[in-house]
């Protein structure tokens, strides 16, 4: 079935510095989602990517849909304390059994 | 709006103990789910729903029933419950064609089976 793999599982960060996560699928999406956790919290809609090579921005948050549309990143510049928690990606791949796929996570810590 | 809710927030079962989570939803939308989530796991869909009165199987379906009776509520039962099902349990709903839609999220079920 369709695998969604992300790296890394965690990641810690000097406030200021940047942060990246990556997201790979075994099969091509039709479409990938990214979503935040607060700690305690439950998972937050950010963003949909659509088409082949997409790259979008929120404020410094840019997500990038691969060329292939099997892979995907999330980079968080200058990061902020606002920033903790725990980011998803979820893919779907058209044609496969109807439901996303949601990677493992990457846990974010920001150390001021 | 609520938006998303769902009861209980806690609970701790016995083994072989019954129970059911309500998830109530006031946006109008088509497509409910129930995850499960567990550490360094993700969120695993258990069941879906695309419409009142219909159900279907996610990736981890096993020692769960669901019911859609009603379009704003999605019920997820466990009729005997094992310490393996010890999880937090997310409910969420999208518009129609959820699959490509946003899922909005409720606050969440946490369930202790000892």
């Known amino acids: 079935g369709q695998q969604v793999m992300q790296i890394p599982q965690y990641q810690h960060v000097q406030e200021g510095e940047d942060f990246t996560t990556y997201c790979n699928s075994s099969t091509t999406l039709s479409n990938i989602q990214w979503y935040k956790q607060r700690p305690g919290g439950h998972p937050v809609f950010l963003i949909q990517l659509v088409k082949s090579g997409e790259v979008k921005k929120q404020k410094r948050l840019t997500f990038q849909f691969g060329e292939a549309k099997k892979n995907s990143s999330l980079h968080i510049t200058a990061t902020q304390t606002t920033d903790v928690g725990t980011y998803f990606c979820a893919g779907w791949a058209s044609g496969s059994a109807r439901q996303l796929t949601f990677g493992s996570g990457t846990q974010l810590t920001v150390l001021p | 709006n609520a938006g998303v809710t769902q009861t209980p927030k806690f609970r701790v079962l016995k083994t072989g103990q019954s129970m059911t989570l309500l998830c109530a939803q006031d946006?109008?939308?088509?497509?409910m789910y129930w995850y499960r989530q567990d550490p360094g796991m993700g969120l695993r869909l258990i069941h879906y729903?695309?419409?009142?009165?219909?159900?279907a199987k996610g990736e981890v379906p096993d020692g769960y029933n669901v019911s859609r009776l009603k379009k704003q509520n999605f019920l997820l039962g466990l009729e005997s419950a094992a310490p393996s099902q010890t999880s937090v349990y997310f409910c969420?709903?999208?518009?129609?064609?959820?699959?490509?839609?946003?899922?909005?999220f409720g606050p969440g079920t946490r369930l202790t089976v000892l």
């Open positions: 729903s695309v419409g009142e009165g219909t159900t």
């Open positions: 946006m109008n939308h088509e497509y």
């Open positions: 969420a709903s999208s518009p129609g064609q959820g699959w490509g839609t946003e899922q909005f």
